[in-house]
């Protein structure tokens, strides 16, 4: 890829990171992913710069969660390839791990252990020195820490949502992928979950790469966005210039409802009733 | 080395903490071999049909019986697994940089806590029933050995047969499939003489059979292991050594 200069000799576009200065965290390369018939996710190209809050947009069945479980290591991909924090994620996968964290759509916090223990189970298998001290601060930043002692299955929704990202960010890693994090919260608890995922960005300096198909959240937290459908990237940029390409006082919502297929109904079965599923257990 | 063993550890104290807050899994579990002892087991030992050693039929049966607890507790241990992957535990577990082997690992030995319970149970009920129960330590310390096998045996293979159907409801069936046919086609109840010999043949491939000859010879006063102990941890050791293997292959597998 490249443009012609007065010369006549080709130069390299600049990517999205290079403009801003910034080194590219996720660097995605004709990723596809297939299953059976199906083609999941159809070779997509992508870039998350270090220290973005980036939000992947799209119809259930678009392709989302395929994208992060290939990011994530947890499927490997059919053909193409990326890396997250430098690494390869097929050939250097184990390093990837170490330097990811991750929250499912599902609440997947033990219910049976107190908020403490899952804490403590995760700095073990990270591998985390001074595990105290990490876990009294991750349950002190995310407001949890008079809550430590009771079993999680006593807690809400939000407090749960909440217990998993400080899960996620014991090991201190350089990106962390969230699975719809705030789908089935009341409004409150979103909002707690934003302004901790805001704090965690900035003071951590910790990449964010998020699922959502709620605009006002990739509004709200979102500093670039791409939205799939079928598959594949249909629009990529900051919220702010693919609401300019869509129209004057477009919202997100309408960016959404024009790229990724107004009038069709999308989404497998399966991913309704994970969807579905996840909300019933947030009450 | 280290890092296995310290990643491994963390999942199995998770499983035991999870099992001490709420027993009742193993309270439940504890009438099924009382049933078979104090019930099937009083009423064959009167009827001396089948040539069971100096210790009756109720001594022949009790390692037996232990096999059948220590199968049952193990082989339905795919359903918490499934659940697990249901509520998005297992790829969390996946994500992190621990061992594929730890984690599989870790399942293995908090099976045999369960195990380790129903061997005390088992203790318990046969010494009520005046089984002569060999207490010496060794004994004891041999037959904990062959019990923590096979738990850690049918928790690889339900752990493995989960992997593949994925569903709760398949796991269900096949498991009650499985279940009855390991249990009949050993030596739990009835000697391997007294079967035809197609049945003798399929029960010398069951490692059930070597958890019931190993615990034979060592639990009960008047009973012997037709194999010896060697043999049967030998067999034992290597069985789990492929449905490990299996297992930690088939694991990730589940989140696809």
């Known amino acids: ?283 | 080395m280290q890092r296995i063993l310290r990643e491994t550890l963390a999942i199995a104290d998770v499983e035991l903490r999870k099992l001490v807050r709420d027993p009742t899994e193993l309270v439940s579990r504890a009438i099924q071999p009382m049933l078979w002892l104090v019930i099937f087991g009083q009423v064959l030992s009167r009827v001396r049909g089948i040539d069971t050693g100096k210790a009756g039929y109720l001594g022949f049966m009790t390692p037996g019986i232990l096999a059948q607890s220590v199968l049952f507790s193990a082989i339905f241990y795919g359903i918490a697994v499934i659940w697990e992957r249901d509520l998005g535990i297992v790829h969390k577990l996946l994500v992190t940089p621990a061992s594929r082997v730890s984690l599989v690992l870790g399942k293995a030995i908090s099976a045999n806590f369960r195990g380790i319970v129903q061997t005390a149970v088992i203790y318990g009920i046969a010494s009520a029933l005046h089984v002569p129960i060999r207490w010496e330590l060794a004994a004891v310390l041999g037959v904990l050995l062959i019990v923590a096998l096979g738990s850690a045996i049918f928790a690889m293979f339900s752990l493995s047969i989960a992997c593949i159907v994925k569903t709760r409801e398949r796991f269900m069936g096949i498991g009650q499939v499985l279940t009855m046919p390991l249990f009949f086609a050993s030596n739990a109840i009835y000697p391997l003489d007294i079967m035809p010999r197609w049945l003798r043949i399929v029960a010398t491939l069951n490692p059930l059979t070597y958890v019931v000859d190993g615990l034979r010879g060592l639990m009960v006063h008047g009973e012997q292991s037709l194999y010896g102990f060697g043999t049967d941890c030998t067999v034992l050791c290597f069985t789990f050594a492929v449905f490990l293997a299996i297992a930690v292959k088939l694991y990730p597998q589940l989140v696809r």
């Open chain 1, 1 to 283: 890829m490249g443009r012609r200069n007065s010369r006549g000799s080709r130069t390299p576009i600049p990517s999205v990171c290079e403009v801003f200065v910034k080194n590219p965290e996720i660097n995605i390369r004709g990723l596809t992913r297939r299953f059976a018939q199906a083609t999941a996710v159809d070779h997509i190209d992508l870039t998350v710069c270090e220290g973005d809050i980036f939000g992947l947009l799209g119809a259930n069945g678009a392709g989302k969660t395929t994208v992060i479980k290939m990011l994530t290591t947890l499927l490997g991909p059919s053909a193409g390839s990326a890396t997250v924090a430098g690494f390869d994620i097929v050939s250097q996968a184990h390093e990837v791990r170490r330097r990811i964290g991750y929250v499912p759509q599902m609440l997947s916090a033990d219910g049976a252990l107190t908020g403490y223990e899952n804490l403590l189970l995760s700095a073990r298998l990270y591998g985390v020195a001074e595990q105290r001290t990490r876990i009294e601060e991750a349950l002190a930043f995310m407001g949890l820490s008079e809550y430590a002692g009771r079993l999680v299955k006593t807690y809400s929704g939000g407090m749960v949502r909440r217990l998993e990202i400080a899960q996620s960010m014991l090991h201190r890693p350089a990106v962390l992928f969230l699975d719809e994090p705030t789908i089935g919260l009341d409004p409150v608890a979103r909002r707690a979950v934003w302004v901790h995922l805001k704090e965690l960005n900035k003071d951590y300096h910790i990449t964010i790469l998020l699922t959502t198909h709620d605009m006002e959240e990739a509004d709200n937290l979102c500093n670039d966005v791409a939205v799939m459908h079928t598959g594949q990237i249909a629009a990529h940029g900051s919220p702010e210039a693919l609401k300019a390409r869509v129209g004057k006082q477009a919202t997100l919502e309408d960016v959404f409802t024009r790229f990724s297929g107004e009038l069709e109904e999308t989404g497998r079965l399966r991913d309704t009733a994970e969807t579905r599923s996840s909300a019933r257990h947030r009450g």
